[in-house]
């Protein structure tokens, strides 16, 4: 069974710095597509950033420059370092991976930004 595993969220002030880390478990996923969204209640799941098995990054317009994916593949682990932190990216913060044609989803982790 294919698992998603999210950790590193929590609470920070404005202009600090998280890490959330993903691991995937029951499969490997490293030609897989990974992901990190997020949801504040009330509103849509964004996407925050993608990356590829060949990695190539996408960021949304409003974290480029602050937040930085990558992977491991050799631990089957994706990470989304964030810096500059805004009161703007409270949320919960999903892991997502596209395997052979499937999406997965993590049980997300809390991310709160205090001004």
């Known amino acids: 069974q294919v698992q998603l595993v999210e950790s590193g969220g929590g609470s920070v002030q404005a202009g600090g710095s998280l890490r959330l880390s993903c691991a995937a478990s029951?499969?490997?996923?490293?030609?897989?597509?990974m992901g990190w969204y997020r949801q504040v209640p009330g509103k849509q799941r964004e996407l925050v950033a993608t990356?590829?098995?060949?990695?190539?990054?996408n960021y949304a317009d409003s974290v480029k420059g602050r937040f930085t994916i990558s992977r491991d593949n050799a631990k089957n682990t994706v990470y989304l370092q964030m810096s500059s932190l805004k009161p703007e990216d409270t949320a919960v913060y999903y892991c997502?991976?596209?395997?052979?044609?499937?999406?997965?989803w993590g049980q997300g982790t809390q991310v709160t930004v205090s001004s």
């Open positions: 990356l590829t098995s060949g990695g190539s990054a």
């Open positions: 029951g499969s490997r996923f490293s030609t897989a597509v």
């Open positions: 997502n991976a596209i395997h052979w044609g499937i999406v997965y």
